[in-house]
């Protein structure tokens, strides 16, 4: 019976890997924000199809530490990388109040991953030390703080190899894809694409791990100042105000000055306004009427009507003259000196 439940579930473990792959790489390359939740519909859909297949792998006890990296089938190979995807969708994960277990978690899996390809000699590199409790992280913290320039220039040209070799493995990875996802590689070929997966997983898995401790790192000692500044130290107590008395007169003097005999009383509105009741501003001031408005106006008008009258009579007059005396010559009329 547990033989055909083995091969009723050999089927379906390819296609949960690679459904799982297809989610990681979607999550990769999406271009959504990272907390949006269409990407952590798939970072937990992943998650969950690579929990699956880790259960499948370890009913099928398809790898033993008794094993040489030879004996491994080459479609197999591939199965080793479900640690390494599970802690990097775990990292993907974006809830602030469980960061510090998500990272903790996926630095488990990436160690897990390491582990793994360091015990079947897939390449050679140093295993991250293994942290455990807050205590060994402040250990290791100031073990590295005070790190010799030596050992840190070693650490960066370590990188720059690494980084180098990744580039070729990328490269590499790209001219096999075809042939090996259609199908028509040979098994040396397989089993180069796959074994070079596993070389590229390595060198993330490393980035990841010194990522995930300074990450740690800070969130540890952010909490720590969170609790100190909450804890039940003593308060400092202000020192007493001494007390002061602001009086009218202190605030009159700062308003309008000290010194002088007498302080205004009043605004320019309220005296012009008593004065207006008393009828006691200058005629320019007083406003009129409206009925001396209506004589004034009226006047105005009369005199100048007046002024028009008298202009059309003079110049009526002056035309008359003008034709009579086109009509009549010098000295018409006069007839005194006549001989």
């Known amino acids: 019976m547990a033989t055909a439940e083995d091969e009723l579930l050999l089927p379906r473990l390819p296609d949960l890997f690679e459904a799982s792959k297809q989610l990681l790489d979607e999550v990769e390359v999406a271009t959504e924000p990272t907390g949006s939740r269409l990407v952590q519909d798939k970072v937990f859909k992943g998650l969950d199809l690579l929990a699956k297949v880790a259960e499948m792998l370890s009913q099928l006890d398809l790898f033993s530490q008794n094993e040489d990296f030879e004996e491994i089938a080459s479609t197999d190979l591939k199965y080793l990388l479900v640690p390494a995807f599970q802690g990097a969708l775990a990292m993907k994960q974006v809830n602030p109040s469980k960061r510090l277990d998500h990272l903790q978690w996926a630095r488990e899996h990436f160690i897990n991953y ?104 800070i969130l540890r000692e952010k909490g720590f100042s969170n609790v100190a500044s909450t804890s039940h130290s003593p308060r400092q107590e202000r020192p007493p105000m001494k007390p002061f008395t602001l009086t009218r007169d202190m605030a009159q003097a700062k308003v309008f000055g000290a010194g002088y005999p007498s302080l205004a009383t009043m605004t320019v509105n309220d005296w012009y306004e008593q004065h207006q009741k008393c009828g006691t501003l200058p005629d320019q001031g007083i406003i009129k009427t409206s009925a001396e408005f209506k004589i004034s106006a009226h006047q105005q008008e009369d005199q100048e009507q007046k002024k028009e009258d008298d202009d059309e009579k003079t110049l009526h007059r002056a035309r008359e003259w003008d034709e009579w005396k086109d009509t009549h010559p010098r000295g018409y009329g006069n007839r005194q000196n006549m001989g």
């Open 114 to 217: 390491l582990t793994q390809c360091h015990n079947y000699h897939v390449a050679e590199f140093e295993l991250p030390k293994i942290k455990n409790n807050s205590a060994e992280n402040n250990t290791v913290s100031s073990s590295m703080a005070h790190r010799s320039f030596v050992a840190m220039a070693s650490q960066r040209q370590a990188k720059i190899e690494r980084y180098k070799q990744k580039k070729e493995t990328e490269h590499r990875l790209s001219a096999l894809k075809s042939g090996v996802e259609s199908g028509q590689a040979d098994d040396e070929h397989v089993r180069e694409y796959y074994l070079l997966h596993l070389q590229r997983w390595i060198d993330i898995s490393l980035e990841e791990i010194e990522s995930i401790d300074q990450e740690i790192k």
